[in-house]
């Protein structure tokens, strides 16, 4: 593996040093600090503040910041940013106190989770991202409560309500995309394919999320930012839930944006506390619809594709089983105007290795074959299970000598000793029939099955641990 991705295994795994890990680490959080000081109207908090959620985020999934360099660290990025900006070392210590209690409130529930939850794999997780958000909000708000007073003027009561709506709202909206961001491998290499694919009912969705939200801003009025719930309702059924999240971070740094901007005018006006804490909070509401759903779509799917490999492999080798190998040898078969090699293989004397060695040894012996035989393949031919210790093997594209290649191959990697647990050396042999058939025909592959079988107990009449072949199909007395 290259330098460049090793480096994008994991976020957890970037950088590589602690120091470099930190020093990321500061980087992230004191752009999210510029960026929320930057949406700071004279004499109220920030309207958009994402270095909380972004310190919690990396913390949770950066392990080696959340350590006593890493609280310090992000103190520092705190205090930098605020002091650079022209705030007071008073008004700076007050604020990211608050911050960084909020903080450590809200990561001392996310590290008590199981990482499913964490990475909001679980239908129940958005519930724990709203606790531990919340705690954030309360804690945060009574620092607030006791500062309002002292930083704007106005009163404890109303102070803890606007920070901890302010900072509820931030966590819920930045949260969700930090915490199931996809590895940042995938990211470097394939972040295009995160956007929604050209097809137009892929497509749709995005579309009327963008429609919905020009139409808030054309009508107005205080519904409006309830405008882009069905969009986004739609996105998350459309869309994993990294896009999702993302399209729901859109919509709520739109909302707090025109509405601190006064973009939707209404009977509450954006100059108005109450006012803004209650479209804070609305905003965090509708956010965490989509991508609730979003999780328990992906969680539904994640299920779903367990329910179908259970249902398509066989159990203890991982290869298909008889009715997935038939289905795709025959989709195969009607797709390609090719020549196939069909292969039946068979352990030979397997009764006899259950009957010295146990059946878990028989079963060590399949599973070590069904490896030996897939590293054989390519990626595009099929292996499968027929039954006890019978494979068969459907290989596209190849010529006759190349099958024959292929199948001694199979033969001879068979018959190298397993180890098996108690460090004693087992060889176990496989006689295979191979047909091939050139050109390919559509059409049902039992009949090419049952030649490759005659051929494979041909080879175990000839003396086992052999291949058997044959090039013209239909020379062959395929009948019961």
Known sequence: MSTFNRLGADLKHLPASPAGALATFWIAIFTACLFGILTRPVGFLATVWPANAVMLGLMLRMPRTASSGGWLTGACAFMLADLLTGSTLLKTLILNTANLLGIAGAYLIFTRLPSDMRRLRHPNAMLYLVMASAVAGAIAGLVGGIANPVLFGRGVLNGWSFWFATEFANYVLLLPAILVAPPLSSLLSNGWSLRPSGKPVRTLPFVFFILS?????????????????????????????????????????????????????????????????????????????????????????????????????????????????????????REIDQSVAIMMVDLDQFKSINDRFGHAAGDQVLTTFADRARDCLRPQDILGRMGGEEFAIMIAGCSQKEAMMVAERIRSVASEPIMLDEHQPLVATVSIGLIIVSPAVGGPIDPLLSAADRLLYLAKQNGRDRVESLVKPALLDTSP
């Open 213 to 333: 939200g020009a139409a808030a801003v054309l009508i107005g009025g205080p519904g409006a930012i309830a405008f882009p719930v069905p969009a986004l309702l739609w996105c998350s059924l459309a869309y994993p839930i990294f896009m999702t999240s993302l399209l729901t971070l859109v919509f709520g740094i739109w909302t707090l944006g025109i509405i601190s901007g006064g973009y939707i005018p209404g009977p509450l006006q954006a100059e108005s506390e109450m006012a803004l804490v209650s479209v804070r909070l609305g905003a965090a509401l509708i956010a965490l619809a989509p991508v609730m759903l979003a999780s328990v779509m992906q969680n539904r799917k994640e299920l779903l594709d367990r329910m179908r490999h259970l249902a398509m492999h066989d159990p203890l080798t991982g290869v298909a089983n008889r009715n997935a190998f038939i289905e795709n040898s025959e989709r195969m078969l």
